[in-house]
């Protein structure tokens, strides 16, 4: 569980009901703080995972840890990550940025299932940990304009399931030679349930957070950021190039390519349910995913594109597409 405290003895009436409001999406710990006026809001707020925060470590040369730093929780950005430049594009000052994305955080899935089954690598930030975090630096009021989430790739399917499809699970089943990471691998445990991954369930986790914002924020515009496109819809092939001349194939990866485009599915119909905007962001990045000649992702120790950087992330490249798509989106609400 994460604790968020300042020193402060009372808990400030906005931050008080972020905390009643938010405890049923996730685990939230607990909060502290001196009495604040009410905040007037940021331009920008990003909520998101290691897509969004996109840091420049790959936990091999460069660890992914905060520098050792357990109040970092594993917040570091790299500033050519879509939100950085998203901000730009906007015009928008770095103290009326938000930038709340993290590696390793989700939806709502804990270290910790209902039945008590531990999740190793399941303690990173959720969306209501995240938005608690913007609220205390003052993020959400009448001025804020854009709210802008991706998530949804660190979590458990269905919820409260000890299955996920983050980094590590990803790399596990795409490099199971014996027995592949396709539809196999759903059937044996080793990959997410896709058919749990639908609209309805995607807007239920995210619905507390939305209404939070919507209320306390009540001129932005929200937005679902989807992935970048990193295989073509219906392709069984994941690849991942290493060092810049290695270049592993997977054939038989149609299941973590699904995933992907379940999720995609997802966050589109949710963001319809919730009344709120979505961005596609495989559109901008087609033809440019893993398997293709000029991929916009990371591949591992690449010294051509980012020697230090999270395999199949997106490269600069891929983020400058990403940021120019949401940019066109919610360009308007300047």
């Known amino acids: 569980m994460i604790s968020f405290r300042t020193g402060g003895a009372g808990l400030p009436l906005r931050l008080a009901a972020t905390v009643a409001v938010l405890a049923a999406a996730g685990t939230v710990g607990t909060a502290t703080a001196d009495e604040p006026t009410a905040a007037a809001g940021k331009t920008l707020v990003v909520m998101g995972d290691s897509f969004a925060a996109n840091p420049a470590c790959d936990g091999v040369l460069v660890k992914c840890d905060g520098n050792n730093d357990a109040a970092a929780h594993e917040c570091l950005q790299r500033p050519t990550s879509w939100p950085v430049q998203l901000s730009a594009l906007m ?8 930038n709340a994305t993290c590696t ?57 399931s000890a ?3 983050d980094a590590p699970a990803q ?14 691998a759903v059937t044996q445990g080793r990959w997410p349930d896709l058919n749990s991954v639908t609209g309805a369930a995607y807007a239920d986790r995210i619905r507390k957070v ?4 919507k209320y306390y924020a009540p001129n932005a515009r929200i937005t679902l950021v989807g992935y970048p496109e990193l295989a073509p819809a219906g392709s069984t092939a994941w690849c991942l190039s290493a060092l810049g001349v290695l ?16 999720v995609d599915d997802a966050e589109r119909d949710a ?38 950087g999270l395999p199949f992330h997106p490269s600069p490249r891929g983020d400058t597409a990403v940021a120019t798509e949401v940019y066109a989106h919610v360009a308007q609400t300047r």
Not at 91 to 98: I, M, N
Not at 143 to 151: C, E, G, S, W
Not at 171 to 184: I, P
Not at 247 to 262: C, L, M
């Open 91 to 98: 015009g928008v000052a770095a103290t009326d940025f938000e």
């Open 247 to 262: 270049h592993y194939v997977q054939p038989r990866g149609g299941a973590i390519n699904e995933f992907w485009n379940r």
């Open 171 to 184: 790399l596990t089943c795409a490099f199971n030679l014996a027995q592949g990471c396709d539809a196999d």
């Open 163 to 165: 299955t996920t499809a």
């Open 271 to 308: 963001a319809q349910q919730l009344s709120i905007d979505f961005v596609d962001a495989r559109t901008p990045t087609a033809g440019h995913g893993l398997c293709a000649a000029d991929p916009w992702l990371l591949g591992a120790l690449d010294p051509q594109v980012n020697l230090v």
């Open 210 to 213: 939305v209404d939070y914002v």
């Open 104 to 160: 390793n955080a989700s939806i709502d899935s804990g270290p910790v299932t209902s039945t008590g089954q531990q999740v190793p690598g399941r303690d990173g930030y959720t969306l209501a940990q995240l938005a608690i975090k913007a609220a205390k630096n003052g993020a959400f009021g009448p001025r804020t304009k854009v709210v802008a989430i991706q998530l949804g790739a660190n979590d458990e399917w269905p919820a409260d």
